[in-house]
């Protein structure tokens, strides 16, 4: 594939919060620069926090390709995305996560997925780096969405899925055009209560829109995620997986229990008892991890279940679902007074 798409070019978006993650952003701004299909551009977004955004504007200042943009709308992951998408140009819009970097044909594979018009979405593969230098021997492969990565369970090679996953997606412009944008009070917001599944409900809000839309993952495109040491822990295993639950919750009352579950159904009465039968078999045969990580599936799925639950409660009791849809055609933005530079 030449280095021009026809599609209008690959905008990257990659939302950022902290300057505790400084080096990270760096690395994930520098491993776009350093793609085989060159992307149109980078724009940084940055989530409410002046310092991090005046920081960031002075480091790419002078770039041509880097552009630091404020969220314009509320806190969160989803609003952050939503003025990438509206002040971005180009035909395709990718995603990076800020703790992230992208292997040298990542932009390459997902514009290769749009040669098919039907193709609204393309996704990637995402491996986890561990803070300790290996997988905590508890760890469940199942589980690894709980640190955004992909995760044992989902198909392998270049496959029509439900939904790709918002830390390495892409999506077409007139995606957002017939659908709308993220979804703001699904994800995370800034709160320290991990919540998720924004990507859930856009995809599945898309394919409501366009029917015959294609959604793909392609393995090949893969990004590999940092995970810091507190993420290794039990205690956020628990708590993440507790807020997925709640996030889930959300996505059923905005598209329907049916399509919101309907991978997560194969994925609990399938995946899952499969890695509790080997983490039991590895206990028998005095294997590392295999009880802990047995134990760790099942507590996932109470935690999940009861976060289901309670915000299935709440969501019926909020009527609406507590949440709102950030239109992209009203997204018109300026850049806060700090960015774009």
């Given at each position: 594939m030449?280095a021009?798409?026809?599609?209008?070019?690959?905008?990257?978006?990659i939302?950022?919060?902290?300057?505790?993650?400084?080096?990270?952003?760096?690395?994930?701004v520098s491993?776009?620069?350093?793609?085989?299909?060159?992307?149109?551009?980078?724009?940084?977004?940055?989530?409410?926090?002046?310092?991090?955004?005046?920081?960031?504007?002075?480091?790419f200042?002078?770039?041509?390709?880097?552009?630091?943009?404020?969220?314009?709308?509320?806190?969160?992951?989803?609003a952050?995305?939503?003025?990438?998408?509206?002040?971005?140009?180009?035909?395709?819009?990718?995603?990076?996560?800020?703790d992230?970097?992208?292997?040298?044909?990542?932009?390459r594979?997902?514009?290769?997925?749009?040669?098919?018009?039907?193709?609204?979405a393309?996704g990637?593969?995402t491996?986890?780096?561990w803070?300790?230098?290996?997988?905590?021997?508890?760890?469940?492969?199942?589980?690894?969405?709980?640190?955004g990565?992909?995760?044992?369970?989902?198909?392998?090679?270049?496959?029509?899925?439900?939904?790709?996953?918002?830390?390495?997606?892409?999506?077409?412009?007139?995606?957002?055009?017939?659908?709308?944008?993220?979804?703001?009070?699904?994800?995370?917001?800034?709160?320290?209560?991990?919540?998720?599944?924004?990507?859930?409900?856009?995809?599945?809000?898309?394919?409501?829109?366009?029917?015959?839309?294609?959604?793909?993952?392609?393995?090949?495109?893969?990004?590999?995620?940092?995970?810091?040491?507190?993420?290794?822990?039990?205690a956020?295993?628990?708590?993440?997986?507790?807020?997925?639950?709640?996030?889930?919750?959300?996505?059923?009352?905005?598209?329907?229990?049916g399509?919101?579950?309907?991978?997560?159904?194969?994925?609990?009465?399938?995946?899952?008892?499969?890695g509790?039968?080997?983490?039991?078999?590895?206990f028998?045969?005095?294997?590392?991890g295999?009880?802990?990580?047995?134990?760790?599936?099942?507590?996932?799925v109470?935690?999940?279940?009861?976060?289901?639950?309670?915000?299935?409660?709440?969501?019926?009791?909020?009527?609406g679902g507590?949440?709102?849809?950030?239109?992209?055609?009203?997204?018109?933005?300026?850049?806060?007074g700090?960015g774009?530079e």
């Amino acid at each position: 594939m030449s280095a021009r798409t026809p599609h209008g070019g690959v905008s990257v978006v990659i939302c950022a919060y902290t300057e505790e993650r400084w080096e990270d952003t760096l690395a994930a701004v520098s491993s776009v620069r350093a793609q085989s299909l060159p992307a149109l551009e980078t724009l940084l977004v940055v989530d409410h926090n002046p310092a991090l955004l005046e920081r960031l504007g002075r480091e790419f200042k002078e770039a041509d390709d880097v552009r630091v943009l404020a969220n314009a709308g509320p806190r969160g992951l989803s609003a952050g995305r939503n003025t990438g998408i509206a002040r971005s140009r180009g035909g395709i819009i990718a995603f990076l996560d800020d703790d992230a970097v992208a292997e040298p044909d990542w932009l390459r594979h997902f514009a290769a997925g749009y040669e098919d018009p039907r193709v609204m979405a393309v996704g990637g593969r995402t491996e986890p780096v561990w803070a300790s230098g290996q997988r905590p021997v508890w760890f469940p492969e199942e589980f690894d969405w709980v640190v955004g990565c992909t995760y044992r369970g989902l198909p392998r090679g270049k496959v029509r899925v439900r939904n790709v996953l918002g830390g390495n997606a892409s999506f077409r412009r007139s995606a957002f055009d017939m659908a709308g944008g993220f979804a703001t009070g699904i994800g995370r917001d800034g709160d320290k209560r991990p919540l998720g599944c924004e990507e859930t409900e856009l995809c599945i809000r898309l394919t409501r829109a366009r029917p015959d839309a294609v959604l793909l993952i392609d393995d090949r495109a893969v990004i590999h995620h940092r995970v810091p040491a507190s993420r290794e822990r039990f205690a956020y295993f628990r708590t993440r997986a507790y807020a997925e639950g709640l996030s889930k919750a959300l996505v059923a009352r905005s598209v329907g229990a049916g399509k919101g579950l309907e991978s997560e159904r194969r994925y609990t009465t399938r995946v899952l008892p499969a890695g509790v039968a080997r983490g039991v078999r590895d206990f028998v045969l005095a294997r590392p991890g295999g009880g802990g990580r047995a134990g760790a599936i099942v507590t996932g799925v109470l935690a999940a279940a009861g976060g289901y639950a309670l915000g299935s409660v709440r969501a019926r009791r909020g009527g609406g679902g507590g949440f709102s849809v950030v239109e992209i055609e009203a997204a018109e933005v300026s850049d806060g007074g700090g960015g774009d530079e």
